[in-house]
C-alpha cells in the first residue's frame, strides 16, 4: 500500500532545467527522510539528495550541490527535486526512496540500503 512515484523527467537541453516530484501514499512523509538516488547505463546507484523528515537538514553529492535543491512540501506529501545547469552527465534514471528510521541526512546520503521504499524511476536525459 505504501508507494512513492516520481514524476517530471523528460528530454532537456544541456544548461536547462527540469523540477522533478516525489509522491507519497499510503504513508504520511513526514514520518520518512527522503533520499533521492540515479543510475546511469553500466553505472553504479549514486545517492545525490537527502531532506530530513522535517526538511530542515539536507545533503548534496558534490557533482550536484550547487546546481541542484531538494526541498519538501509535507502538506501535499511530496519532495521535490529542482534540478538546474543540467549536464550530459546528468542523465539518468532518478529514484526516491523514502527511509522511516532514518534521521541523520549527513549518514544517509548514498546509502541506499537505509531506505525502505522505492519509487519505479524516472529518466531524465540531457543532450544536445
Known amino acids: 500500500q505504501l508507494q512513492l512515484v516520481e514524476s517530471g523527467g523528460g528530454l532537456v537541453q544541456p544548461g536547462g532545467s527540469l523540477r522533478l516530484s516525489c509522491a507519497a501514499s499510503?504513508?504520511?512523509?513526514?514520518?520518512?527522510?527522503i533520499g533521492w538516488f540515479r543510475q546511469a547505463p553500466g553505472k553504479e546507484r549514486e545517492g545525490i539528495s537527502c531532506?530530513?523528515?522535517?526538511?530542515?537538514?539536507?545533503r548534496y553529492t558534490d557533482s550536484v550541490k550547487d546546481r541542484f535543491t531538494i526541498s519538501r512540501d509535507n502538506a501535499k506529501n511530496t519532495v521535490y527535486l529542482q534540478m538546474n545547469s543540467l549536464k550530459p552527465e546528468d542523465t539518468a534514471v532518478y529514484y526516491c526512496?523514502?527511509?522511516?528510521?532514518?534521521?541523520?541526512?549527513?549518514?544517509?546520503?548514498?546509502?541506499?540500503?537505509?531506505?525502505?521504499?522505492w519509487g519505479q524511476g524516472t529518466q531524465v536525459t540531457v543532450s544536445s
Open positions: 499510503g504513508f504520511t512523509l513526514g514520518d520518512a527522510a
Open positions: 526512496a523514502a527511509g522511516r528510521l532514518i534521521n541523520l541526512c549527513v549518514s544517509a546520503l548514498g546509502a541506499w540500503h537505509r531506505y525502505d521504499y
Open positions: 531532506i530530513s523528515k522535517t526538511g530542515r537538514s539536507t
